[in-house]
T-cell receptor
Framework: AQSVTQLDSQVPVFEEAPVELRCNYSSSVSVYLFWYVQYPNQGLQLLLKYLSGSTLVKGINGFEAEFNKSQTSFHLRKPSVHISDTAEYFC???????????FGAGTTVTVRA | DGGITQSPKYLFRKEGQNVTLSCEQNLNHDAMYWYRQDPGQGLRLIYY???????QKGDIAEGYSVSREKKESFPLTVTSAQKNPTAFYLC????????????FGQGTRLTVV
């Protein structure tokens, strides 16, 4: 079984500043990793995913994430945020033989002008 | 446009009543899922179905029931046995196969009074 820990529950950030959201996972097997975004009272939208290959993954809306196997981490970054990036972000994991996702508790990003 | 439709968006019910949440998808996905979302807890898997007429319990199935009579539809019934049913419910679907991730509906907010 896998588990996901998102290390920050709330991240306030000023507009045009960089942001990093931290995600660590634990699993006894190799995994696939995902980041989703949720805007208020809406469903989740896939930002990016890591399946294999390059450890730096680029996603939509200027986000990217880096997979670090030795540190079992998959941190999400954006070099310059906008007000519209205010949302909740979820890290998720599934193992290689399954497609059920296990989610972290989420990180709320609030972008201020 | 392909997608997942959840209805209704908001639902109010009296304590002790059963209620059914609708989820329909036209993505031709084989797998469908129900998640429950509570503040600060991320998403927890209630039930999932990999194929028509088959479904499995997730991590928090007690007090819920599902059916999968058609590929497109995966309704969730919240029964009176569910101790704390007030929550945001998300339906998702995916293709068969690991690493697929999942597409989410817009959610149903259930409030039991």
């Amino acid at each position: 079984a896998q588990s996901v820990t998102q290390l920050d529950s709330q991240v306030p950030v000023f507009e045009e500043a960089p942001v990093e959201l931290r995600c660590n996972y634990s699993s006894s097997v190799s995994v696939y990793l995902f980041w989703y975004v949720q805007y208020p009272n809406q469903g989740l939208q896939l930002l990016l995913k890591y399946l294999s290959g390059s450890t730096l993954v680029k996603g939509i809306n200027g986000f990217e994430a880096e997979f670090n196997k030795s540190q079992t981490s998959f941190h999400l970054r954006k070099p310059s945020v906008h007000i519209s990036d205010t949302a909740e972000y979820f890290c998720a994991v599934s193992d290689l033989n399954d497609y059920k996702l296990s989610f972290g508790a989420g990180t709320t990003v609030t972008v201020r002008a | 446009d392909g997608g997942i439709t959840q209805s209704p968006k908001y639902l109010f019910r009296k304590e002790g009543q059963n209620v059914t949440l609708s989820c329909e998808q036209n993505l031709n996905h084989d797998a469908m899922y129900w998640y429950r979302q509570d503040p600060g807890q991320g998403l927890r898997l209630i039930y999932y179905s990999q194929i028509v007429n088959d479904f499995q319990k997730g991590d928090i199935a007690e007090g819920y029931s599902v059916s999968r009579e058609k590929k497109e539809s995966f309704p969730l019934t919240v029964t009176s046995a569910q101790k704390n049913p007030t929550a945001f419910y998300l339906c998702a679907s995916s293709i068969q196969g690991p690493g697929a991730g999942a597409f989410f509906g817009q959610g149903t907010r259930l409030t039991v009074v």
